[in-house]
């Protein structure tokens, strides 16, 4: 497999053949799912392609007095930016041959809902902040390095870190 449980080889290969044709990197990532209407459970679902079939996701609305009976929107957000750093991290640590022992991330955000509530204009969310624990054979300086390398890498930390253009289209079909 290769080193912390990271394909070494593939992510090897993948950039020899992304240095050859530089277009094969480029490619739209996409979910789609549907909102569900049956009172008193998930609300909205997607289905998505694994290396062996299908995995299903669900949330349920941001319940305000409680969790739902599936996790928020948020939750999945913010597994997006603890798994995407973290596998940034761990990888590049593997491609240098640092053998980590544990890896625990945990990302906070700090949130606002009175302007969603139409209450004021303070920003939805003010904070983000991303902890890694980390046990294994590295130095501190190797240590901050894999932090700025995988702050500087990371799609969920780019996203986080730099405006992007935004298209939003709400179409009424029949």
Same mark, same amino acid.
């Given at each position: 497999?290769?080193?912390?449980n990271?394909? *070494?080889?593939?992510?090897?290969d993948?950039?020899?053949?992304?240095?050859?044709?530089?277009?094969?990197?480029?490619? *739209?990532?996409?979910? %789609?799912?549907?909102?569900?209407?049956?009172?008193?459970?998930p609300?909205?679902?997607?289905?998505?392609?694994?290396?062996?079939? *299908?995995y299903?996701? %669900?949330?349920?609305?941001?319940?305000?007095?409680?969790?739902?009976?599936?996790?928020?929107?948020?939750?999945? #957000?913010?597994?997006?930016?603890?798994?995407?750093?973290?596998?940034?991290?761990?990888?590049?640590?593997?491609?240098?041959?640092?053998?980590l *022992?544990?890896?625990?991330?945990?990302?906070?955000?700090?949130?606002?809902?009175?302007?969603?509530?139409?209450? #004021?204009?303070?920003?939805?969310?003010? %904070?983000?902040?991303?902890?890694?624990?980390?046990k #294994?054979?590295?130095?501190?300086?190797?240590?901050?390095?894999?932090?700025?390398?995988?702050?500087?890498?990371?799609? #969920?930390?780019?996203?986080?870190?730099?405006?992007?253009?935004?298209?939003?289209?709400?179409r009424?079909?029949?």
């Amino acid at each position: 497999m290769g080193l912390n449980n990271i394909d *070494t080889k593939q992510v090897v290969d993948y950039k020899k053949e992304i240095q050859k044709k530089p277009g094969d990197a480029k490619f *739209t990532a996409k979910i %789609e799912g549907d909102w569900l209407f049956e009172e008193g459970g998930p609300q909205f679902r997607s289905v998505v392609k694994v290396k062996d079939g *299908t995995y299903t996701m %669900e949330a349920s609305h941001p319940n305000f007095a409680g969790p739902g009976v599936r996790p928020g929107p948020m939750a999945f #957000g913010l597994f997006w930016f603890a798994a995407c750093y973290s596998s940034t991290f761990v990888t590049e640590a593997s491609l240098r041959n640092i053998r980590l *022992t544990s890896v625990k991330t945990r990302v906070e955000a700090d949130l606002d809902y009175t302007a969603q509530f139409d209450l #004021g204009k303070a920003p939805l969310v003010n %904070e983000f902040r991303v902890i890694l624990d980390i046990k #294994g054979d590295l130095t501190d300086a190797q240590v901050e390095d894999l932090k700025e390398y995988s702050l500087g890498h990371c799609m #969920g930390m780019f996203t986080i870190r730099n405006p992007i253009r935004l298209k939003a289209e709400v179409r009424k079909i029949s």
